[in-house]
């Protein structure tokens, strides 16, 4: 656990062939070393442990994030965001929660993650944001716009507080998100989207 933590890579492999460390023992705040080692920006650690047999890539934190979701926030992981897209046990699931909002754009995991079949922006977290609700509360007007263009989102999804993408992205300063989530309500073009 401890080298996963450090991204000590090869620790890490001796400790998984030797079989006598749980690959998904959970310390820290209930996270295993996959999450600890994504959380910490070992990247290679990160691709390690995916490789074990074993690993468990479904369980999410205490805040109901999966770990592609931690990866999407987690100061833009675009690369580990690919990484585990392309794990063979990704599950829908994971994918459908994945594709939120937040500072993680701009490297294109947006488009990763569109481009994923059977992805549901309209998944809910533990406090039912939505990805068009986390990208509007976030520093991310342009993946605010990119979602509006996405068919099937819902632009009146309401979080737990009640809150909507329009309230959060004019409580968060994007006038021009805010004018534009308008226009899109009223069936208008969304001007700037890309």
Known sequence: MAAATQGHVSVVRILLQDGRQCVNQVKRQGLSALWLALAD???LTVEVLLQHPA???AAPNMRGYTLLQQAVINNGQCRMVHVLLA?????VAQRDAAAFGGNAWPCGALTALLQCPQTALNARDNLGRTSLLLAAAGDAPQTLCRLLTVAGVDITAADTFGSTALILAAGAGHADVARAQRLYSAGEAVIGAS
């Not at 794990?87 to 599950?91: A, G, L, Q, T, V």
Request: charged fraction near 20%; proline fraction near 9%; charge should be neutral.
């Open 87 to 91: 794990h063979p046990r990704m599950s």
């Open 55 to 57: 690993i468990v890539i």
């Open 41 to 43: 920006n070992h990247d």
